[in-house]
């Protein structure tokens, strides 16, 4: 859980919470993870879509924390085994485009949370790093799953790449998995993460889209196909990787430098608030349809 910022208050969104344009137009309402109807806006800058959330009191970090604090409850080594073993299936997944593990394959986990793609990356054989804002989830990360403190740092995603400037140019993965949604700033901390990437490396991404499970404060903005498109183009990657038809309602993508020997794959970046409206329903139906 990679989590800098406070959540959004404002009653009246003025500006996108991606791209920080402010061009951004109300297109929809929709209910949120307690069923409230809450005001969505569309960017027409990099096509983010950003809830306009009421006022929330209570802390995002401490929401969050508390949230994962309750999932460790009931850990057992099986269980924890389990974790391990899915993330390990994540990172298979995308072996046709990552650099085999070995002690010369760098990977990065940025916003580790509950660190068990950490510990995958690891048991894998890659020499992989992370970083956790959140102090009690680092700690029991640590012990859960036995990662040494030089591992999992304890610090903001700015801060570990800035601590690890001298491996700019040769990192070969850099996972941000359900975590750029959680920035403030998350086109800054893109572009310091592309500095890191070797010619061969590729960023991994995953996050929510837009549905009601997913729409509370923590989560600044939802991607859609158009956004990855203005996010690659603005970072000067390729996009080779999406997929946003899944019935959890996650996307996911990888994006790389032109070197990547993977080409790019086609996407359509549609700016309007009309073809906005259009693309939800789609993705959507497509989900329903595959699953």
């Given amino acids: 859980m990679e989590q800098e910022s406070k959540p959004v208050v404002s009653q009246e969104l003025t500006s996108c919470n991606c791209c920080n344009s402010e061009d951004v137009v109300p297109i929809l309402k929709a209910p949120d993870f307690e069923m409230a109807p809450v005001q969505i806006f569309h960017c027409k800058n990099c096509a983010a879509l950003c809830p306009d959330y009421p006022e929330v009191v209570e802390d995002e970090i401490s929401r969050q924390t508390s949230f994962h604090e309750e999932f460790w409850k009931d850990e057992t080594p099986e269980s924890l085994a389990e974790l391990v073993a899915g993330m390990e299936a994540v990172v298979d997944f995308y072996e046709g485009i990552i650099k085999a593990p070995g002690e010369n394959t760098i990977a990065y986990d940025i916003g580790s949370g509950r660190g068990n793609l950490l510990a995958a990356l690891l048991a894998k054989g890659y020499d992989a790093y992370g970083c956790e804002p959140s102090a009690e989830l680092s700690h029991r990360a640590r012990a859960a799953?036995?990662?040494?403190?030089?591992?999992?740092?304890?610090?903001?995603?700015?801060?570990?790449?800035?601590?690890?400037?001298?491996?700019?140019?040769?990192?070969?993965?850099?996972?941000?998995?359900?975590?750029?949604?959680?920035?403030?700033?998350?086109?800054?901390?893109?572009?310091?993460?592309?500095?890191?990437?070797?010619?061969?490396?590729?960023?991994?991404?995953?996050?929510?889209?837009?549905?009601?499970?997913?729409?509370?404060?923590?989560?600044?903005?939802?991607?859609?196909?158009?956004?990855?498109?203005?996010?690659?183009?603005?970072?000067?990657?390729?996009?080779?990787?999406?997929?946003g038809f899944t019935k959890e309602r996650f996307i996911s993508f990888a994006l790389a430098k032109e070197e990547h020997p993977k080409p790019g794959i086609d996407t359509v970046f549609l700016t309007s608030p009309e073809d906005a409206v259009g693309s939800l329903y789609y993705t959507l139906s497509k989900a329903l349809a595959n699953n």
């Fill in 145 to 243: 799953f036995d990662l040494p403190g030089d591992r999992l740092i304890t610090t903001s995603a700015l801060d570990f790449l800035a601590q690890r400037s001298e491996e700019q140019g040769r990192v070969n993965i850099i996972f941000l998995w359900h975590v750029i949604e959680h920035f403030e700033n998350p086109m800054e901390i893109l572009r310091e993460a592309v500095k890191s990437l070797a010619p061969d490396g590729v960023l991994i991404c995953q996050g929510p889209m837009l549905s009601p499970g997913y729409v509370y404060p923590a989560h600044r903005f939802f991607h859609s196909e158009s956004n990855i498109a203005w996010i690659a183009r603005e970072l000067g990657l390729k996009v080779i990787f999406l997929d």
